[in-house]
């Protein structure tokens, strides 16, 4: 039995306010994504669609004379940092095990190092994941992000991907 859902996540106003706003099809096409990664990489399923889908909660509109202004992002951007502490919040709000909210800020915190200083990081397996799920969905000139989803289709697919957890979950209690 998991604290907390998909769906749990996608009704709170926190999210709808943020995770719209770097898009939701993004975001459920990385949890997607990150379940199957999870199964390949031996991660647990449940921590790496969260995260996966809450990987861009963080994100700021750059927009300068009506227009996104990539440089302005380059240079100011720190959503991984945003999103981490924002996600955790929302986590713990719903009654996430404090361990888990953890783990995905942490993962949140370390999908992209296109804020950190060059260098090496050693990534966990869950963060990799959530690394390789974004990378897994992304599309030229940030196009992934303005991709649209309708409510209903939203939660449908996010209600789908919550009982493939489920299922996987209690396949391996019970194996
Ligand atoms: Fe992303």
């Known amino acids: 039995m998991r604290d907390v859902t998909l769906v749990d996540l996608y009704d709170h106003h926190i999210t709808q306010k943020f995770v719209n706003r770097s898009g939701m099809a993004h975001a459920i096409c990385c949890a997607y994504h990150a379940f199957d ?4 990489h031996h991660v647990h399923p449940d921590l790496a669609a969260k995260a996966a889908f809450l990987h861009d909660i963080g994100h700021f509109t750059w927009y300068k004379d009506g227009k996104w202004d990539y440089s302005l992002y380059k240079a100011y951007d720190i959503h991984a940092i945003k999103g981490a502490e924002r996600a955790h919040k929302l986590l713990i709000r719903l009654g996430e ?5 953890k783990e995905i800020a942490l993962a949140v915190l370390l999908h992209t190092d296109s804020y950190l200083p060059h260098g090496h990081l050693e990534l966990k397996p869950l963060q990799h994941v959530v690394a390789l799920a974004d990378e897994a969905d992304e599309e030229p000139k940030g196009r992934h ?8 289709t939203a939660r449908d697919w ?9 299922a996987y979950l209690s396949d391996q209690k019970t194996s």
Do not use: E, T, V
Request: aromatic share 4%; hydrophobic share 35%; no cysteine.
């Open 37 to 40: 990664l999870a199964l390949i």
């Open 97 to 101: 095990h404090p361990r888990n909210a």
């Open 145 to 152: 992000h303005y991709r649209k989803i309708d409510d209903k």
């Open 158 to 166: 996010l209600q789908s991907l919550d009982r493939k957890i489920d």
